[in-house]
């Protein structure tokens, strides 16, 4: 094969493909190879693909070109093998807030194999809500909450009465005083000032 996508079994997503018994793709956005003779099924694209080298000859210089829109579809049209591998395992577009918070919920919940480790300094212990991810040299508050489902990155700093729950939380970020994290992400370096409450954000520095 010149080209090979790594595929899903057929999901809700957009634009659905179909290959043939053999693992052949006969249908991508919108184009199709001629004299189809077998049953086909509908996979999903996952973004990835194994592309042979000759494949950079078709695409034109000096100007945007996606590949997905121009150059695989008329390869499939000119009747080139074009192949897809069905990836039976864990898979995660990742690409918006939603889908990365649930990526990291998977991770809490064994459904990929992920190495936890906690250091963080407290004189009085918080409030530690499993499942939670704690990176190197935070430190929290004694009467501080975190998570559930909270991966705090290192050298976090949680501060009097913060919670923080359902969130990615990246390095150097600081948790104010009262303030509360829910069903968000922090990323690094940011500062949630107290008693400010971010809930279902993106969060990062302007």
């Known amino acids: 094969a010149c080209l090979t996508f790594v595929l899903r079994p057929a999901t809700?997503?957009?634009?659905?493909?179909?290959?043939?018994?053999?693992g052949r793709v006969t249908f991508f956005k919108g184009a199709s190879?001629?004299?189809?003779?077998?049953?086909?099924?509908?996979?999903?694209f996952t973004g990835l693909q194994i592309m042979e080298p000759e494949i950079f000859k078709r695409i034109p210089e000096n100007r945007?070109?996606?590949t997905t829109d121009e150059i695989f579809p008329a390869m499939i049209k000119d009747g080139l093998p074009v192949y897809g591998y069905t990836h039976q395992g864990y898979w995660n577009d990742m690409g918006n807030q939603k889908d990365y918070l649930q990526l990291h919920r998977d991770i809490f919940d064994g459904k990929i194999l992920f190495e936890n480790r906690q250091s963080f300094q407290t004189t009085q212990g918080p409030l530690i809500i499993?499942?939670?991810?704690?990176?190197?040299?935070?430190?929290?508050?004694?009467?501080?909450?975190v998570g559930p489902y909270v991966s705090l990155g290192d050298r976090c700093r949680l501060k009097h009465g913060a919670i923080?729950?359902?969130?990615v939380i990246w390095n150097d970020v600081e948790i104010g005083v009262d303030?509360?994290?829910r069903n968000s992400v922090i990323s690094h370096g940011v500062t949630i000032e107290d008693r400010q409450e971010v809930f279902d954000e993106l969060k990062g520095n302007q």
């Open 12 to 22: 809700n997503k957009p634009d659905p493909i179909e290959v043939d018994a053999n």
């Open 33 to 44: 190879i001629n004299n189809i003779t077998q049953v086909t099924s509908h996979v999903t």
């Open 64 to 66: 945007f070109c996606g």
């Open 130 to 145: 499993p499942p939670v991810y704690i990176g190197k040299n935070c430190q929290i508050s004694g009467n501080a909450q």
């Open 164 to 167: 923080v729950e359902n969130s």
């Open 179 to 181: 303030a509360t994290a």
